[in-house]
């Protein structure tokens, strides 16, 4: 700044005046409240994603993987069928009646925690209609669902629906068993397969009428054990022995689940020994 005189006035030059700073210059000093209101926004959106990051990973925990049907699960209570909801939603095809199917269709059901039937698995089929008339049957039943120390769970069941004409002429052939109970079923097989399967001569060996004989099946269908419950002809045991393996047994059922099941076959011989 260069000072200059004239005359009793000091005069000072406009271009070493100190320049004032125009309005874009000013620098926006930011308030107290404005800083607050920042802060609490961000706050706001961090709690905002903590928020969503825990209740996804809840849902995440919440959602259990299906158990695989062939897995084994460690529960102390198993799934019940509600076998009236079952026999009022069964229904046999007419069409597969005037065709001549029957036979027995076992299907695996998943039962949610809240006892719903979620999914199921034809394991044995006979014929499609069969097979979809047994599914839907399975599927429209009640259930209660199983449990570990009160913990709810999923569960698989195996199911078997039986179709059968009322109207067959029964072969000589019968169960001679305890009574079914709530819970419990016998073992099943193709009766009719084998009375056409054994063969006349080795039961015509059989010389008393009624030859009983003692069958335990497992829980896989297999069978453990077959032994005379009377007087019986070896070679005739080992005739029924020997059809009975070729058969597709439906093993018998506790609560739901296969077990282990003693039934007593009573045959009658008279429709062998006749000529």
Not at 93 to 102: E, F, M, R, V
Request: charge should be neutral; include cysteine; charged fraction near 25%.
């Amino acid at each position: 700044m260069t000072p200059s005189r004239s005359g009793d006035f000091l005069f000072v030059r406009r271009s070493d005046a100190p320049s004032v700073p125009t309005a874009p210059q000013l620098e926006a000093r930011p308030t107290v409240a404005s800083t607050l209101r920042r802060r609490a926004v961000h706050l706001f959106c961090v709690l905002c994603l903590v928020f969503l990051s825990t209740a996804q990973l809840h849902a995440q925990s919440d959602k259990e993987a299906d158990p695989d049907p062939d897995d084994f699960l460690n529960i102390d209570k198993e799934a019940v069928l509600d076998k009236q909801s079952l026999a009022k939603n069964f229904s046999y095809p007419d069409s597969a009646k005037k065709a001549g199917l029957q036979g027995t269709v076992r299907v695996k059901v998943l039962i949610g925690k809240d006892g719903t039937p979620e999914r199921y698995l034809i394991t044995e089929g006979v014929a499609p209609i069969l097979d979809s008339a047994a599914a839907q049957a399975v599927m429209k039943a009640g259930y209660t669902a199983a449990s570990y120390h009160g913990v709810l769970l999923k569960s698989w069941m195996e199911v078997p629906i039986i179709f059968r004409f009322n109207n067959v002429k029964k072969p000589p052939i019968r169960f001679e068993s305890d009574p079914e109970g709530d819970g419990y079923e016998h073992c099943q097989f193709d009766i009719n397969r084998l009375y056409d399967s054994l063969n006349r001569t080795q039961m015509g060996f059989q010389k008393v009428p009624i030859l009983k004989l003692d069958l335990v099946v497992d829980a896989s269908g297999k069978i453990l054990a077959l032994q005379c419950a009377s007087t019986c002809a070896p070679e005739a045991r080992a005739e029924v022995e020997r059809v009975l393996r070729t058969l597709s047994i439906t093993p018998g059922f506790r609560n739901g689940q296969a077990a282990i099941d003693h039934v007593r076959l009573v045959i009658d011989c008279n429709a062998f020994i006749k000529p």
